[in-house]
């Protein structure tokens, strides 16, 4: 999936990884929309049913989009500023 | 008196504006960082905070709001960022977490305004990236300037399927379609009884009106049949048309929802009874209009409590107020109340109404297909929950919790938050039961889930 922009463009520009590989995203995103608006496609994938997951609630309910984030541990992006330098990798 | 208001939606500002006004500083907790709930969340400061654009028809109660949350801030003993993961009525704690820090937090009287999330039925397809809850696409709109996609198709029933497609529309982000398992024919026929409702049913009228007259595809009485899709794409979703033809739209996200649940686990865990409403075809806490329970110092406002919406949620939140005040021997303004309960019962009266015009569809969740997930945390299957269920005969789990053992379904990182109303509903097909005899899925604490540390101190 991709989260689709649609106001606020002039905001300051922030880099994150992902298991490596560069996002670019903009302050004010939160983990989950700085991640799926920047290319990555889903987050950490569900092991039981092994399939990709990307949140589904976005209000720190459904427990559906944690990622690893150094410093921090495990973290719903939801619920989580993104911030410029974020070394973020899925579970 | 040590006060504790979990929540700072409508119902949690307006509670706190009372106990404030009544010379005492609260204890006041919320899970976010700046307040106003889901509904009247704003986005963070280095995005546009433009009331008008934001909040729409509801930007003047929205300015309203933030701004006596504002004030009250300093009144209280506000804690932002924190999650209240357990509550214990007898001794009357909260354990709280905040920025990786457990706390132990005393009370002497607890008002729990702990809001609503969607209620969800399960769509083959359904955990594939890309589809959210009518609540996720409207938080990503409010709150991040963002679609969950570019052709996006907005699937459900109730009021909020509606106004977050005239929300997309004005934001420049045109749904795909709009897909409503209420047949129109049902709409009008409850219609009269929405009148009541004033200003808030012309509203709705005028957000179905403004989608049409856009010539958004509109679609009523559907039924889904599966969301379509490879890996984290989404590519179509498939349905049976009110008179029964099998369509496709292609689309890249959709966004479903059927209503919404109270956040109800913390009264749960205060030891709160519940009853099934059928009107709401929910599992509601008990407590009367004031938002008192049969627990005492515990009382409930605001969605938590029963989905009213916010102009119920900050009368209510109010109300409660006053009454816990009243019960601890202190003067309550007696016309104050008396208007509130005069505003509450109207109310009350308008969502009766619309939830009979926009009915749970509890025949899609008991017809869900066997291999469809229904536990998204577990990875359970209605499959799995029928057969751990067994048949009308042999009743193998008689009851949902019985069923959750069973089969893991609700034990997940959600604690049954997603799965629980659809599961009670397969359930109580696969054994010929009233849904109200399946039971409901029992609160556990955390809440949510907390560091293992944290939770073993």
């Not at chain 2, 209503?259 to 407590?287: I, M, S, T």
Request: with cysteine; glycine share 12%.
């Amino acid at each position: 999936m991709r989260l689709k922009r649609l106001r606020d463009a002039g905001r300051a520009p922030i880099a994150l990884t992902l298991d490596g590989a560069p996002v670019s995203a903009q302050d004010g995103d939160t983990l989950l929309t700085a991640l799926l608006a920047g290319g990555a496609g889903h987050l950490s994938p569900n092991l039981f049913a092994q399939e990709p997951r990307a949140g589904f609630c976005h209000m720190g309910a459904c427990q559906d989009c944690w990622v690893a984030v150094d410093g921090l541990g495990r973290v719903r992006a939801c619920a989580t500023p993104a911030a410029d330098g974020m070394v973020v990798r899925r579970l | 008196m040590k006060v504790a208001v979990v929540g700072a939606g409508p119902a949690g500002v307006r509670a706190v504006e009372q106990l404030v006004a009544a010379g005492l500083t609260p204890l006041w907790l919320d899970e976010a960082p700046d307040g106003g709930g889901r509904i009247y969340q704003r986005p963070p400061a280095q995005l546009s905070r433009d009331a008008r654009r934001l909040y729409g028809f509801e930007a003047k109660r929205a300015t309203a709001l933030h701004a006596t949350l504002d004030a009250l801030k300093a009144h209280a003993d506000w804690r932002p960022n924190t999650l209240v993961w357990h509550i214990d009525p007898h001794r009357r704690r909260l354990e709280v977490l905040s920025a990786g820090t457990q706390a132990t937090l005393d009370f002497d009287a607890a008002l729990l305004c702990t809001g609503a999330m969607d209620r969800v039925v399960p769509v083959p397809g359904w955990t594939r990236p890309g589809v959210t809850t009518l609540g996720a696409a409207q938080i990503a709109l409010k709150t991040q300037g963002c679609a969950i996609g570019d052709k996006v198709v907005l699937l459900g029933t109730g009021p909020l399927l509606w106004l977050l497609a005239y929300q997309y529309l004005k934001a420049g982000a045109r749904p795909a379609a709009v897909l409503d398992t209420t047949a129109f024919a049902h709409k009008a026929r409850h219609a009269p009884g929405l009148l009541a409702g004033g200003a808030v049913f012309w509203k709705g009228l005028y957000y179905m009106a403004a989608v049409r007259a856009a010539g958004v595809p509109v679609y009523e009485g559907v039924r889904p049949r599966a969301i379509t899709g490879a890996g984290d794409q989404v590519s179509g979703l498939a349905f049976e048309t009110a008179r029964g033809a099998a369509r496709t739209l292609a689309c890249d996200a959709v966004a479903l929802g059927w209503g919404l649940k109270p956040e109800a686990q913390l009264a749960d865990l205060a030891g709160v009874p519940f009853r099934f409403d059928a009107d709401q075809h929910n599992w509601l806490p008990e407590r009367d209009i004031a938002g008192r329970t049969p627990v005492p110092g515990i009382y409930l406002a605001g969605d938590g409590a029963g989905i009213g919406g916010a102009d119920v949620a900050e009368r209510a939140g109010a109300r409660a107020a006053l009454a816990l005040l009243e019960d601890t021997g202190r003067p309550v303004p007696q016309d104050t109340v008396a208007a509130l309960d005069a505003a509450l019962a109207r109310l009350a009266g308008f969502r009766t109404a619309l939830e009979r015009t926009f009915p749970f569809p509890a025949d899609l969740a008991r017809a869900v297909p066997d291999a469809t997930l229904v536990c998204r945390c577990e990875a359970i299957t209605a499959g799995d929950l029928r057969a751990a269920g067994g048949t009308p005969a042999t009743g193998t789990a008689r009851e949902l919790n019985r069923a959750k053992a069973f089969t893991r379904l609700g034990m997940g990182r959600c604690q049954g938050r997603v799965c629980g109303p659809a599961g009670a509903e397969i359930l109580a097909a696969a054994l010929n039961r009233e849904v109200a005899a399946i039971g409901r899925l029992r609160g556990q604490p955390p809440v949510k889930p907390v560091p293992l540390a944290e939770a073993a101190e």
